[in-house]
């Protein structure tokens, strides 16, 4: 088994999307999923093309009531090519279809290395012979704008004709996620075809409401064969290219497709159609860009790759080209965030959530002008951000849970249980964690790279909102002394109000006190360590007052963290609700990590019991390590040893259903630090939870990008305890038998390839030799300076 391509064999409808979205290709602008070619959007395919950052806004009628959802576009199919055989004179044979005909050796092979998915199948026409089929598509990592798909025929024991018909479908919708079908769903108007040359054709169309210009030309060229026949057909939806072309034995028949991709999203381009159709006409032909693709991937993986054996290694590679596919260097010139489910498929409608708090530590260390983008994403939108506080009386940002092109909030008013088929009101638009989240990617970033400048004005600006958001909601409880944020919803999501409530959210999230503690003692850092010109110039921006500042500083010290029986309560009252019987759920049910569907559809409601969705109280023991967590429960005043620490593990592991992908990579993560032998039981969790599907089929609706990233960041950070911080690499690594070798390297300050690995107990670095400033590397036990051109190699203390 290659360690660099992942192949499926046979063809198998019930997988197909599953296929489509693993086989999905991309280069950070735009994503193309890996649907077959010859087949329109149904039951079992679902061919999709999205553009990064490209919305539209539709209102539908839910449960009786108006409603408007901004989902990221399925944009016109540029794939479709379908074919046909006859013998000379004779009538056509069918138009071939896996679905209806018959195939022999049917594989796909995803290479990671080349970046390119191919398909090959021999076809048995009744009338005619074997026909065999090679396709090679993909989407080109050096030029942001194109795509090329080739297929070569070949006929194995006849002689006839082939007809080809390469099209351009503008006739398509967002009908990737089965439970939006009531939804409206067409995003494209005033779509036009047309033809520049023989050879080449046009697609152009607008988004209904945001008004975002989309154009597309494709330029079909044939070698091996001179066609006998081609034209050009269309309507106002679809534009094809048909070509009839001799064929024989030892005379292959070459047909490449090459798409040009442009909006008026794009800089530097006034005309859309124009610019796709001077791209493609100029494109060179499918073995250069092959070549050029290939190239540009090599550079990417030498950037980015992460060296670990086994299975698990060849998981992981996975995860890091999906990664990439979503956030490429591309990323950096786009006013994109992080979609949850990448650009492979229209799950939370291209969405972003908090996702980034799981993709920017990885990226920040080989990629972090990619890392510097999004946050200026969230920049831009730091204005909305302080509207949405204002209007609902609060000082500071208040970012979105969900947000799409502008930065309100885009979290539906409704959402759908397909267990039960009612719709439900959503509040998780109450988890203003997210706004912590933020300020932790700001502040990692900066860490990181050592990017003063961003820390010192934009980053500064976020940080700074953030906190006084949080110290605006808190309200001092007289009686106990503490503050207290009340009427969020933590991470978990399963829990959005007390049984019987008569409004959503809960008291004392511990996740949401603690990480606002965390971030309004950062701002407070940040402020004192500026140059006094720079905290002028910010005070000014932000029109901060100096007196706010002790208040932040009495909250900082001061917030709640609920406790009940030596354990960390994940909100105020959670000890109050009724066990759940876990046993008799899973007898019943089998899979219950949606278990929140399962009570709603039984009439009752999650909302009653201790069970969690996913990791809430144990999401402190992700973003922060043992040492630090332990700081800032003794800043608030609470002791956190490691006995209270570990029964509170303990005991929220037996109450979590694993209802997200992220939540086996946080378990794992967290039970890794504290050296639990049954923590890779959880990676391994979170390395499955795409490629097997593990959450019941949503994967074929969009990778999980945040889950994946996590992965990777788990070898990274999480067993080597890798933190960057008082300009130094700080060193920790933890055991973990099944992935007790790995090896990466850093950008790290300057320096390019920082090496890191670990083997046999052995930690080996090496800086790269260069101009800039010696490494400091920190370990528990010691402290050393690696110069440029150096590698040490540190033996490691047995536990």
């Known amino acids: 088994m290659s360690e660099w391509t992942w192949e499926y064999e046979g063809y198998d409808p019930a997988a197909e999307r599953l ?7 991309g280069n950070g602008y735009f994503a193309t999923r890996g649907a077959v070619p010859e087949c329109r959007a149904g039951l079992v395919h679902c061919p999709g093309t999205y553009v990064a950052g490209c919305y539209n806004r539709l209102e ?62 021999r076809y048995r026409d009744d009338d005619t012979g074997v026909l065999g089929v090679e396709q090679i598509r993909l989407v080109h990592m050096g030029d942001p704008h194109l795509g090329a798909l080739r297929t070569v025929f070949t006929a194995e024991d006849w002689s006839g004709e082939i007809e080809v018909e390469a099209a351009l479908d503008g006739d398509v919708i967002n009908s990737n996620v089965h439970r939006y079908r009531t939804l409206n769903r067409r995003h494209l108007a005033h779509v036009r075809t047309g033809t520049q040359e023989p050879d080449l054709v046009w697609l152009q169309c607008r988004t209904s409401s945001s008004d975002i210009g989309i154009a597309m030309a494709v330029r079909t060229v044939v ?26 034995p030892g005379r292959p028949v070459d047909v490449a497709k090459k798409l040009a991709l442009h909006t008026s999203r794009d800089t530097a381009t006034s005309n859309p159609l124009g610019a796709a159709v001077d791209q493609v006409s100029a494109a060179a032909d499918f073995s250069a860009l092959l070549n050029s693709h290939v190239a540009a991937w090599e550079q990417l993986w030498r950037r980015t790759e992460i060296q670990v054996p086994g299975q698990a290694g060849r998981v992981l590679r996975l995860h890091l080209f999906h990664v990439l596919q979503t956030l490429s260097p591309h990323t950096a010139d786009l006013d994109v965030g992080v979609p949850a489910r990448g650009l492979h498929g229209e799950a939370y409608r291209g969405h972003v959530f908090w996702d980034e708090l799981f993709v920017l530590p990885y990226l920040n ?31 500071g940002a208040m970012y979105p849970w969900q947000s799409g092109s502008d930065g309100r909030e885009e979290t539906p008013q409704w959402h759908l249980n397909p267990r039960s088929g009612r719709w439900l009101p959503d509040h998780s638009w109450l988890q203003h964690h997210v706004g912590s989240a933020v300020a932790y990617n700001v502040w990692q970033y900066c860490e990181a790279t050592g990017d003063t400048e961003f820390l010192h004005t934009k980053g500064a600006e976020m940080l700074l909102q953030i906190a006084r958001f949080w110290a605006d909601v808190a309200v001092l409880d007289p009686d106990s002394g503490r503050y207290r944020i009340c009427g969020v919803v933590g991470p978990d999501e399963y829990h959005d109000g007390y049984p019987g409530g008569v409004r959503p959210g809960l008291d004392d999230n511990t996740y949401t006190n603690v990480s606002a503690a965390w971030v309004l003692g950062r701002a407070l850092d940040l402020l004192r360590n500026l140059p006094a010109w720079r905290r002028d110039e910010l005070f000014e921006r932000v029109q901060l007052d100096v007196d706010e500042l002790p208040k932040w500083e009495e909250i900082s010290r001061r917030l709640r ?28 049910y089998g899979n219950i990590r949606r278990l929140d569907r399962i009570l709603e559809s039984e009439g009752d409601t999650v909302n009653r019991y201790k069970a969690s969705k996913q990791a809430d109280v144990l999401m402190l023991g992700y973003l922060f390590s043992p040492k630090e967590l332990q700081q800032l429960f003794r800043r608030l005043g609470y002791v956190l040893d490691d006995e209270v620490w570990r029964r509170t593990v303990d005991y929220y592991l037996r109450r979590t259903s694993h209802g997200s992908t992220l939540s086996g990579l946080v378990h794992g993560w967290v039970l890794a630090r504290v050296k639990r032998a049954d923590a890779w039981t959880y990676c391994q969790d979170a390395l499955e939870a795409d490629i097997a599907d593990l959450q019941g089929g949503t994967t074929g609706e969009g990778i999980h990008l945040g889950a ?25 690594p933890v055991p973990l038998p099944a992935l007790s070798e790995y090896g990466f390297s850093l950008r790290y300050r300057g320096h390019w390839g920082v090496g890191v690995r670990l083997q046999s107990g052995q930690l080996r670095i090496g800086v790269p030799g260069s101009e800039e400033s010696p490494i400091r590397v920190v370990l528990a036990d010691r402290a050393v300076t690696i110069a440029p051109g150096e590698t040490c190699t540190l033996v490691l203390p047995t536990s």
């Open 223 to 248: 070698t091996g064969g001179q066609p006998v026949s081609s034209g050009v057909y269309s309507n106002r939806r679809r534009v094809v290219h048909r070509l009839v072309i001799p064929i024989a």
């Open 708 to 732: 994946m990233a996590g992965t990777l960041d788990l070898v990274q950070r999480g067993l080597t305890g890798l933190e960057t911080r008082e300009d130094a690499l700080w060193l920790d």
């Open 60 to 121: 539908s009628t839910v449960a009786g009531r108006q409603v408007v959802n901004e989902d990221l576009v399925n944009l016109p199919n540029w794939v479709p090519l379908r074919f046909r055989c006859r013998l000379p004179g004779g009538p056509w044979g069918p138009w071939f279809s896996p679905d209806v005909c018959a195939v022999m050796d049917y594989r796909h092979t995803l290479d990671l290395r080349r970046g390119t998915l191919t398909r090959t199948f």
């Open 19 to 25: 296929r489509e979205s693993l086989c999905t290709l």
């Open 561 to 588: 963290v609920p406790y009940h029986q030596g354990i960390i309560s994940q909100f105020e009252g959670y000890d109050d609700l009724a066990e759940l019987d876990w046993d008799a759920y899973r007898a019943r």
């Open 365 to 395: 260390l080989h990629v972090p002008e990619v890392s510097r983008a999004l946050l200026n994403y969230r920049h831009r939108r730091l204005p909305q951000a302080c509207r949405a506080a204002a209007a609902v009386g609060r000082a």
